[in-house]
T-cell receptor, first 110, second 117 residues
């Protein structure tokens, strides 16, 4: 079983749509959770950290369910510029090491 | 914001050549830097943790004699791919953590594309 699992997609959605991505992780000792965005042939960039209480940043909402070891990302009012691969990232237990999911590809069309 | 640079951004070399990649934190100090590798359509895989002033810690399956890591200062880590072969062709990315900012995540460099012919 992979340590961080994501649906690879692609998710093809029209502009303005709401889209949700899910992620599961296997290490119950993980403490830190993130969503990163990676554009084609570029390095990953932090989109947002994910907190137990859930958090929102503009059109983006992240949720964490520790009991189910499940993380989600909701994007509202999708823009063309949201087209990218979204990486679910979890730290290794109580260390600084990060484990990346394979990513979910999003393609927003006009 | 914190900036991490990598040099070179891309390199093409012949099989058997050694290639050195530099990772620098430009506006902060990093006692720990991380080296990742990403093959096409795959996720980033952590190769090793680079510790300033001490030996790097390698992940399982990563040959330490092939991927030499040096972290001589708080702002510079280098990865040397020794005797590179075509299967080493990949996207190598480093990241660094700001020692002054507890709890902050890692900042990634722009990556180095290596193509071994």
């Amino acid at each position: 079983r992979k340590e961080v699992e994501q649906d690879p997609g692609p998710f093809n959605v029209p502009e303005g749509a709401t889209v949700a991505f899910n992620c599961t992780y296997s290490n119950s000792a993980s403490q830190s959770f993130f969503w990163y965005r990676q554009d084609c042939r570029k390095e990953p960039k932090l989109l947002m950290s994910v907190y137990s209480s859930g958090n929102e940043d503009g059109r983006f909402t992240a949720q964490l369910n520790r009991a189910s070891q499940y993380i989600s990302l909701l994007i509202r009012d999708s823009k063309l510029s949201d087209s990218a691969t979204y990486l679910c990232v979890v730290n290794v237990g109580r260390t600084d090491k990060l484990i990346f999911g394979t990513g979910t590809r999003l393609q927003v069309f006009p | 914001g914190a900036v991490v640079s990598q040099h070179p951004s891309w390199v093409i070399c012949k099989s058997g050549t050694s290639v050195k990649i530099e990772c620098r934190s430009l506006d902060f100090q990093a006692t720990t830097m991380f080296w990742y590798r990403q093959f096409p359509k795959q996720s980033l895989m952590l190769m090793a943790t680079s510790n300033e002033g001490s030996k790097a810690t390698y992940e399982q399956g990563v040959e330490k004699d092939k991927f030499l890591i040096n972290h001589a200062s708080l702002t510079l880590s280098t990865l040397t791919v020794t005797s590179a072969h075509p299967e080493d062709s990949s996207f190598y990315i480093c990241s660094a953590r700001d020692i002054q900012r507890i709890g902050e995540t890692q900042y990634f460099g722009p990556g180095t594309r290596l193509l071994v012919l």
